[in-house]
């Protein structure tokens, strides 16, 4: 079963252990991003070199490519990618709601057509469990209704009421003697009524862990802050707290003041994708002519491979003759200072001196 | 300066030792190619790792993006792509003809625009070394006319005429102690005639090796092997023979049989981006049906970290995907099988069995 041993606070912040299934993860953690059972162009060695401990596959595209069976044909997640570190699997439904074309949102599930090819699919809260828990994942997540950045009251009541009843049926389908440990997600939207009461209903509910879903999906940067200022505290403090889809070297630096553990976000390995490198001075975009003949490393203090290998120069030239060295390199550069920015986070929390350095770290970070 | 030490020999079959500019390369040689400075998904260290000991970098393309000043300021090749193997560029002629759109051609030289931006550049015998000089590779090529398959009589005679005349050009504005070897490089068509005329003329302007240019084009396999069996006899015996742009590893160990040292060939490369994965069984496209649920390696008998890691379940998956890691690992696989082919030609040659060996990998290598 999942354990959540808490080394140090400091304010709201926490520095702790995770366990689960013979995972060891040091929170705050950061979770790269492996979509499709890979986190984009690199291998499960380079991402336990970066300092992952744990990544996030999703459940909606696995489940419909390659499909359940063949990943369990395969011993499971980890066999079938060759990762021995931890993995959470995202439920679903974020990616229902945003990739396939829905049929029908009923009580029961949803019904939806397939991105890749257009088939007709049912998912449900207990199918949302099975899938996950065949998968393999060492985290699977309840399945929630996402509520759009925009959505009328009721709207949002609606879902999250829905989400609510969908999290109590989960949690009954799941059977927590496979050691997989079942985190329910928190809704409602961007006012903090709602919010609160999902909270508070979620709680009730007694999982082994909570993510923060539904933010960062085109809300101010405020309101974003407001509804985590109010959930956090209403949740378990002895279990962990999984901020979903966040973000930024800054927006991590900042929910973990408010308590946050865990996170995942696409922005270093996308951006990276894109020409983004991550530096502690910032994030730079190395298609800027300004690089053209810079003969140094992406970031002085990184002791990446890249950074120990490579020039600004020759990267940029692999990205402008578009060619696959450079998206590894810059992907597998900035999951390196993503891990060096949490190794640094836990290690002033150890020190008691986490709000100054978040403080300084915010001064001086260029997004 | 460059030499090569023949160690054994069986019938025209030769391995050997090239040196140049403190690289040993063991030949018969696989060069992987790297157009744009990067043996396409590969880091340097891994392709060190695939056992390829020199790698085709393309002068056309780097003469273009990113320009030979900034490979200059930035240490030259090696430094540049962080490769310290030896490194042997392709002079521009068969890529002017191939991918630029061709503005006049000259006595003088050719007048071109990059298939990039389209901007004009002209570029003679005499730049075409000077160019590769400054880039700094270890072995340079000679500036020639390739020949279309289907060329006519007089056509060829032409091309190759000035071939020859551009080879004796760009020998005379090489220079020798910068420790570069220049290799002329034979056309002559798809004629025995003009084919032997000119592997005659380049010998007699003494290049420290020499290369067979102008085959692989379109025309049928027996007009290659005939053409190739009617010009290295006519190579001096104590340089190095290098088959440009071929091939298959069947062709390899058939041009083994006639006395080449040296190939280079995208096909591992391109065709690994493709799906396909060499084996010592032959081929196989992992897109195909019948690998969904293969759990075994792309090839049992090959060491490589991708055999070792992942299925070709798991391959095949990522390729549909779309995912980079597929491109990678079948890049890396096929790349090591083919230096694994090159070890056991120069091991069965060593052993005086290469005959029988090339026989028996003929008979069973399913392309």
Redesign the interface.
């Known amino acids: 079963m999942l354990s959540l041993t808490i080394q140090a606070r400091e304010g709201w912040a926490r520095r702790g252990v995770l366990r689960v299934r013979g995972h060891e993860i040091d929170t705050p953690a950061f979770m790269p991003v492996g979509t499709?059972?890979?986190v984009?162009?690199?291998?499960?060695?380079e991402v336990r070199e970066t300092g992952a401990q744990i990544i996030l596959n999703n459940a909606y595209?696995l489940y419909l490519?390659?499909g359940v069976e063949?990943v369990e044909?395969?011993?499971g997640l980890h066999r079938?990618?060759?990762w021995d570190g931890g993995i959470l699997t995202d439920s679903g439904g974020y990616q229902i709601f945003s990739l396939s074309s829905l049929h029908k949102v009923a009580e029961e599930g949803l019904t939806f057509r397939s991105h890749i090819d257009g088939s007709e699919h049912f998912m449900s809260p207990e199918k949302a469990i099975e899938v996950q828990g065949r998968l393999g994942a060492d985290i699977i997540m309840s399945f929630d209704q996402p509520i759009p950045w925009g959505a009328t009251r009721p709207q949002t009541v609606e879902a999250t009421e829905r989400t609510h009843r969908w999290a109590a049926r989960g949690r009954a389908a799941w059977n927590p003697e496979t050691g997989q440990a079942l985190f329910g997600i928190v809704q409602g939207g961007f006012e903090e009524d709602p919010r609160k009461l999902s909270a508070a209903e979620l709680s009730a509910l007694d999982f082994p862990g909570y993510a923060i879903g539904g933010l960062s999906v085109g809300e101010p940067k405020e309101v974003m802050w407001a509804m985590l200022d109010a959930v956090t505290p209403l949740l378990p403090e002895e279990k962990p707290r999984y901020l979903m889809g966040v973000g930024l070297p800054t927006d991590i630096v900042r929910a973990v003041l408010l308590g946050v553990d865990m996170f995942d976000c696409v922005l270093p390995t996308r951006m990276g994708r894109n020409g983004s490198a991550f530096t502690w001075a910032g994030r730079i975009n190395l298609r800027n002519a300004q690089y053209?003949?810079d003969?140094g490393p992406l970031d002085p203090r990184c002791p990446c491979?890249v950074c120990r290998?490579?020039?600004r120069?020759?990267l940029r030239?692999?990205l402008?003759?578009g060619?696959?060295?450079a998206?590894?390199s810059l992907t597998y550069h900035n999951l390196t200072l993503y891990q060096q920015v949490m190794a640094k986070i836990r290690e002033n929390i150890e020190g008691g001196t986490y709000v100054e350095w978040a403080a300084g770290f915010l001064h001086t970070y260029r997004e």
């Open positions: 499709q059972a890979t984009k162009s690199l291998t499960p060695a595209h490519r390659p063949l044909r395969c011993g079938f990618q060759a053209e003949a003969t491979a290998t490579f020039s120069a020759y030239h692999l402008k003759a060619e696959i060295l998206l590894r």
